[in-house]
């Protein structure tokens, strides 16, 4: 029995699990727009992961007590429910869902509306945005019914809070606006949401418009202030076309929030009537172009607006000075793949800005069109897969005539006794009014004339000229209408001067040549010592000693007076009696050093009997370091002759006539 008891608990337990019912949200039952036709839509959300559930919804007429839809809809929601079925829908209706699960039923909460009251819009849709001066301009499409609407949008900086505010729209307009403020140079993310404008009467005591789901996130940057900087390299030039590769700096990472697309139109030729187009979103393009000028514009577009336009022309190739041929044989007429286009050379360089086209003409047809004596260019266009390709260009004169002008700052230099140096500035193009064939130069003295024919130069080299003579130097433009006026220039050569003779400048040198070798030679045998030394006299130093230095050491001698022998009766006003009276004993002298500044007598305490100098030393001052004595002179008179020979110098006195002392 009770085992019976507690199967019937458990299969009971375990069929409720089963069966457990749980129900949906509250409906919301609406359409899409304001206006009586339109049918209603009623969702609700599932609550309940199960998949076996079924729906079944109920509308209840509150003042008829009646089901006015009692549908059921199996699994599916949002359920369709068309107007015919609901009838009236201005009176006040309950509305719920009922959940079937199994065998058991529950119903969801109850919502009492009018219908007629409940709608919800489609989220809005943002069609345009402008953005200038902190000030973002919204531009966003009408609801269904193109009635006004309220509006609420919220916006923040990327990270940071929501700010919200709402608005409201008019009737009678294609699309809805709105005028945000924004702080300048800054990014920001926007919503929006909307909802019908309530009827006044009907809806004032019922809940009324649903609010539409959000829009999509979107990213607002800040508006593009600048001209790209646009960059250009021209990789090749053949059969008629340029490659150009463009290429430029995107924005600032404020401007470029959302992506930046860039814009950029071709102007290659003047007959093409419509420009290329192109939008890349790369920042940079390959194209080709003609040997004309061509001018590119491109601006920065981003979701807010554009950059300023930045135009970049390219310049034609280099002008020619001379037109080869005439025209390409294999175009002989006009046709609508050819284009001509043809200009003025206003300074005879620099394109004019008045630009001639045609797809109907060719240049021989345009020549007594223009203007005459005055320079012109032509470029020749075909088209080819849809580009055009320069066959021809050429400069060209309708007529020509001799310059106008002779060339200026004609000057002579680097003048020698034969030859000088002519140079000019070449004739503007303007001045030459015709092809310059070349400038004519004549070269007048010495009684003839030379002439000269000089093409491309603005430089020449006179040869043959003689010493000491006066030139006059002529110079004009030629065109094939003739010679223009003369610019002239005078001048005289250098005199030769007289130099030696070859045979001269030969002895000359051999001369040179063997002194420096001789120099050369001396200086190396003193380097090596190659001369053998003169060998220094090796004496007894004992033998020349003095008596009073007998049995003394004898005393180095590091400074010394050389002494002159002069006569002794020539009186000395700068020696003192007593030093003369001295050295007359001794038969010696003082040498005196000549100064402009200072004389003076070198003071001769210092001075030993005993310490004559070498003769090799004369018209030197020695000066002794020991106090000189006064000593018997006798004994330096007996003999004619007294040497002294101390540390490596040999002293030798010598007594000649009149007492006079020579060393």
């Known amino acids: 029995m009770r085992t019976r008891a507690a199967a019937l608990v458990l299969l009971v337990s375990v069929g409720l699990t089963e069966a457990r019912c749980v129900s949906t949200s509250s409906p919301h039952c609406y359409k899409r727009s304001t206006r009586p036709e339109e049918d209603f839509i ?55 869902v009922q959940t079937r699960a199994g065998n058991l039923t529950c119903n969801s909460s109850k919502i009492s509306v009018i219908l007629e009251c409940m709608v919800k819009y489609s989220e809005p849709q943002i069609i ?71 009827k006044s009467d009907l809806c004032k005591d019922s809940p009324h418009a649903l609010w539409s789901d959000w829009s999509q996130m979107v990213d607002v940057p800040s508006d593009i202030r600048h001209r790209p900087v646009i960059r250009w390299i021209e990789k090749k030039q053949e059969h008629g076309t340029r490659d150009i590769i463009l290429s430029w700096d995107a924005p600032t990472v404020e401007e470029s929030v959302g992506g930046v697309k860039y814009s950029l139109s071709f102007t290659v030729s003047p007959c093409d009537q419509n420009k290329r187009k192109k939008t890349i979103t790369s920042q940079s393009y390959n194209t080709s172009i003609t040997y004309s ?38 175009i002989t007429m006009a046709r609508n793949k050819t284009c001509l286009e043809w200009y003025k050379l206003k300074d005879g360089v620099t394109r004019h800005q008045t630009v001639h086209s045609s797809d109907k003409k060719l240049p ?98 006179i040869n043959d000229l003689h010493p000491g003579t006066s030139y006059t130097a002529s110079i004009s433009g030629r065109t094939e209408a003739g010679n223009g006026p003369n610019s002239t220039m005078n001048f005289e050569t250098l005199h030769e001067e007289s130099g030696l003779s070859w045979q001269d400048q030969t002895i000359l040198i051999v001369c ?39 049995g003394q050491k004898i005393e180095e001698v590091h400074e010394f007076i050389l002494l002159l022998h002069r006569d002794l009766g020539e009186r000395r006003e700068d020696v003192t009696p007593e030093q003369s009276a001295l050295l007359k004993d001794f038969g010696l002298v003082v040498f005196e050093e000549e100064d402009e500044e200072e004389r003076g007598v070198t003071d001769l305490s210092s001075i030993k009997s005993c310490c004559y100098p070498n003769p090799s030393y004369r018209g030197q001052t020695l000066q002794l370091p020991e106090p000189f004595h006064a000593t018997d002179g006798s004994a330096s008179r007996d003999n004619d002759t007294e040497s002294t020979y101390r540390n490596g110098l040999f002293f030798e006195t010598r007594v000649l006539e009149a007492d006079k002392t020579s060393l």
């Open 42 to 96: 009623c969702e609700w959300d599932k609550r309940s992961p199960e998949m076996n559930q079924t729906h079944t919804l109920h509308v209840w007429d509150l003042e008829k007590k009646q089901f006015l839809v009692r549908e059921n809809c199996g699994i599916q929601a949002p359920l369709s429910v068309h107007l015919e079925t609901l009838g009236i829908t201005t009176r006040k209706t309950d509305i719920w």
């Open 128 to 198: 345009r945005m402008k953005r200038s001066a902190g000030i973002l301009n919204l531009t966003l499409d009408k609801p269904r019914d193109d009635k006004s609407a309220i509006y609420e949008i919220r916006w923040r900086e990327t990270g940071s809070k929501w700010q919200n505010a709402t608005f409201e729209t008019k009737d009678g307009t294609i699309e809805d606006f709105h005028m945000l403020h924004l702080q300048n140079q800054t990014a920001y993310q926007i919503q929006l949401r909307r909802q019908a404008k309530p």
């Open 293 to 330: 000028e061509a001018r590119i514009y491109i601006i920065a577009i981003n979701k807010v607006g554009h950059s300023p336009w930045r135009r970049i022309v390219i310049p034609a190739v280099k002008h020619l000075n001379y037109c080869d041929s005439e025209m390409p044989s294999k």
């Open 364 to 461: 021989k047809d345009i020549k007594n069109e223009v203007e005459h004596f005055v320079r012109h260019y032509y470029f020749l266009h075909t088209l080819r897969k849809k580009r055009y390709q320069t066959v021809a260009m050429c400069p060209f004169y309708s007529k020509q005539k001799a310059p106008s002008k002779g060339p200026d700052n004609v000057n002579i230099s680097n003048i020698t006794h034969k030859s000088a140096v002519l140079s000019w500035l070449s004739i503007p193009v303007v001045e030459q009014q015709g092809f310059l064939l070349h400038y004519d130069i004549w070269i007048s003295g010495h009684g003839n004339t030379m002439f000269h024919e000089v093409t491309a130069n603005t430089s020449f080299l």
């Open 512 to 550: 040179v040549i063997a002194l420096l070798c001789t120099i050369i030679c001396s200086v190396a045998a003193r380097r090596l010592k190659v001369l053998p030394e003169v060998p220094s006299p090796v004496i007894d130093a004992a033998e020349f000693r003095c008596p009073e230095e007998q």
